[in-house]
């Protein structure tokens, strides 16, 4: 009888145990991908307003968003082992470094590589949204920077994305626009670009577990991304976190359009052997030519 008994309590046990780890493989935490929408209206008195973005999401980077409610002038002091990156989303203004003076409009970058401070300006009746990216750079990245082109090595590199070079890529349809806005050899470990297209329309499944992937909603962007099984709503004055190594791709529907800022921030320097999938389009070249 006590045989019996042990018989049946191994039994039973064993087949909690297998529930146990049943049950225990069913509820893996799915990658959560995370969106931040920005807080766009100013109120009150107040002129400046300041919002952590994404906080803890990308090591070593602070992002803020930051609203100017002209007429102000702003001083930003840059820390010194430190690279910043200007996007601006809405408004206009002036950035000023010593003589240099650069308009501010949306969808521009500015990168004040060779300054301790800056200043931007706004007028009377106009509103500056920007967002700052205050990246650590490794003695890795410093020595990186030795080695680049004498040419990227700019007192403040700035740009429009409508002035950036264009780009195919496999998993993009031809009705895609793609700018580099950042290429690699700027700041080391990071590189930006543009998709751009009007739904129906795809950017195909793809990996890359050898890099963090920020989207920034640009204007009148209202589009879905997908990471593995989860799906996520992303609209414009937003910023998404791609869970790092998902096989994630994003949709447009009908009459919608798509319109982001990716983000790179690479691993290792190695890693952006991955940007080279980008094949530029010359001059001469179609952008429906197959590369």
Known sequence: ???????????????MLLSIILSCGCTEKTKEIV?????????????IFSEDVLDGELAETHIKHMVYA???????SLAEGYVNIFIFIRGTGI???????FPLEPETIAIPSAYGKVRIEVGE?????????VKKLSPEDLEDLKTFPEKNKYDIY????????????????????SRTVLPADIIPRVSLGTVETKGPDAVGAHEHAM????????????ITVHADDV???????????????????ATVEENKIMYYLWMDFFLTREGQEWLKTHKPISKDMSSNDDN
């Not at 009746?125 to 990216?133: A, E």
């Not at 700035?158 to 626009?177: A, H, L, Q, W």
């Open 95 to 101: 950035m000023r470094a010593d003589t240099l003076s």
């Open 125 to 133: 009746n106009d509103t500056l949204h920007y967002l700052q990216f």
């Open 231 to 249: 799906s996520a709503h992303f609209t414009e004055y937003a910023l998404l976190h791609i869970p790092i190594g998902s096989s994630h791709w």
């Open 35 to 47: 969106v931040q929408e920005f807080n766009m209206q100013m109120t009150g008195d107040s002129q």
């Open 70 to 76: 002209g007429p102000i002038t702003e001083s930003v």
């Open 1 to 15: 009888m006590k045989h019996q008994s042990m018989i049946g309590f191994v039994h039973v046990f064993g087949a």
């Open 211 to 222: 890099l963090d992937q920020l989207f920034l909603g640009l204007t009148g962007n209202d």
């Open 158 to 177: 700035f740009t429009r994305f409508s002035d950036c070079e264009s780009y195919t890529e496999k998993i993009k349809s031809p009705n895609t626009v």
